[in-house]
């Protein structure tokens, strides 16, 4: 965003873009910046600089065995992110088999997170009350999202994004549960199905 003209710091564009959707940043990034950025151009822009990362970026640690020890349940990925962007990572990580069809972004829908819809959007496709699903979220964005469609969200700490103060920004947003590793996710589930 320096280079097209809007100054701003790796923690202040992580605080204020991350977790929304390309239309939804486009829009906060003209009105914090006052500029008219070209939405392509700066597609374009941020995709060459993650295409060029994206090899030194690992999946979190232990998200492989967690997803292995779910296979007996309908997991989906309910995203803010691009299906292109979605569909190459979960290729480049060798998650892809985990999800089958079930991958959803927010891109073509009216209204992204915070918004409930991505989420509500899932459930119904899936066939599942939003009450019964668990949402695994690590942007208070997403765990608004959500937290507003009435699912039991559990805030994830392990992100490389993760900064001092998030734990209360996502206890504030929904979370109704924190783990800082997906151990802590698999504990929590079990609690959850035995309570």
């Not at 829009?27 to 030194?56: E, F, N, T, W, Y």
């Not at 019964?132 to 997403?142: S, T």
Request: aromatic letters at 4%; hydrophobic letters at 45%.
């Amino acid at each position: 965003m320096t280079e097209l003209g809007h100054r701003i710091t790796a923690e202040q564009a992580i605080e204020r873009y991350s977790g929304l959707r390309w239309s939804d940043c486009h829009r906060a990034i003209q009105a914090d910046s006052g500029l008219a950025v070209d939405l392509p151009k700066l597609k374009a822009c941020v995709h060459r600089m993650v295409a060029d990362r994206a090899a030194d970026v690992p999946a979190i640690g232990g998200i492989g065995a967690f997803l292995e020890a779910q296979s007996g349940r309908v997991l989906a990925i309910a995203s803010s992110s691009d299906r292109e962007w979605l569909d190459s990572s979960l290729e480049r990580l060798g998650l892809r088999r985990h999800f089958g069809d079930h991958v959803f972004s927010a891109a073509g829908i009216p209204r992204g997170k915070p918004h409930p819809d991505v989420y509500l959007g899932v459930a119904k496709a899936l066939g599942i009350p939003p009450s019964r699903c668990l949402v695994i979220e690590d942007h208070p964005v997403g765990v608004a999202a959500g937290a507003s469609a009435g699912m039991t969200v559990v805030a994830l700490l392990a992100a490389s994004h993760i900064r001092s103060g998030h734990e209360a920004l996502v206890r504030s947003a929904g979370a109704r549960h924190v783990a800082r590793d997906y151990r802590q996710v698999s504990e929590i589930l079990s609690e959850l199905e035995a309570g």
